[in-house]
T-cell receptor, first 114, second 113 residues
Framework: GESVGLHLPTLSVQEGDNSIINCAYS??????FIWYKQESGKGPQFIID?????DKRQGQRVTVLLNKTVKHLSLQIAATQPGDSAVYFC?????????????FGQGTTLQVKP | NAGVMQNPRHLVRRRGQEARLRCSPM?????VYWYRQLPEEGLKFMVY????????ESGMPKERFSAEFPKEGPSILRIQQVVRGDSAAYFC???????????FGQGTRLTVV
């Protein structure tokens, strides 16, 4: 079936280093992708999004890369800080029929070591 | 502009009771989505509603679960005759359009004892 999945369940990085979180998706018809950050006991928080007509999009300290050929998405966090410690989810939006329904991956836990 | 408001934050129910979860979307948002999250897992889509209409309920269990979004008032996710397997965090999200970024609430953590 169609799914969005993350390659690694846990990523541990040193404070100040760059982090890369990966995601694979299987629905070639998906045209919109979102990265969310979820801290313990809280709801998902929007980080950055990208549409399928783009390969790269940059935000503040974050960059999302989209490779449609291999159906791969990544989130890069520059100069990782302790406050970045959380679970990160990628989600895809089919968009067909204007439903806005999101399919989430399993999540990657980012641990930042001081 | 307040964010998506969910209440209660924590809800404890005995097996067989009913659980009612409420979600007030952000001001100006007429699209509401409900998701369920089991421990150590990602969020699973349940249902998508617009005012007074269910648009997509493909993720809702066929029995005991229902959702509504009336013309006035919050969206309600209702679980009848709860069982222990219903214990999870239930998140509501809203968007101004039925496409693109959705803003999430803090969730309701349901525990069935």
């Amino acid at each position: 079936g169609e799914s969005v999945g993350l390659h690694l369940p846990t990523l541990s990085v040193q404070e100040g280093d760059n982090s890369i979180i990966n995601c694979a998706y299987s629905n070639s018809a998906s045209d919109y992708f979102i990265w969310y950050k979820q801290e313990s006991g809280k709801g998902p928080q929007f980080i950055i999004d990208i549409r399928s007509n783009m390969d790269k999009r940059q935000g503040q300290r974050v960059t999302v890369l989209l490779n449609k050929t291999v159906k791969h998405l990544s989130l890069q966090i520059a100069a990782t800080q302790p406050g970045d410690s959380a679970v990160y989810f990628c989600a895809e939006n089919y968009g067909s029929g204007n439903t806005g329904k999101l399919i989430f991956g399993q999540g990657t836990t980012l641990q930042v070591k001081p | 502009n307040a964010g998506v408001m969910q209440n209660p934050r924590h809800l404890v129910r005995r097996r067989g009771q009913e659980a009612r979860l409420r979600c007030s979307p952000m001001k100006g948002h007429s699209h509401v989505y409900w998701y369920r999250q089991l421990p150590e897992e990602g969020l699973k889509f349940m249902v998508y509603l617009q005012k007074e209409n269910i648009i997509d309920e493909s993720g809702m269990p066929k029995e005991r679960f229902s959702a509504e979004f009336p013309k006035e008032g919050p969206s309600i996710l209702r679980i009848q005759q709860v069982v222990r397997g219903d214990s999870a965090a239930y998140f509501c999200a809203s968007s101004p359009l039925g496409y693109g970024e959705a803003f999430f609430g803090q969730g309701t953590r349901l525990t069935v004892v």
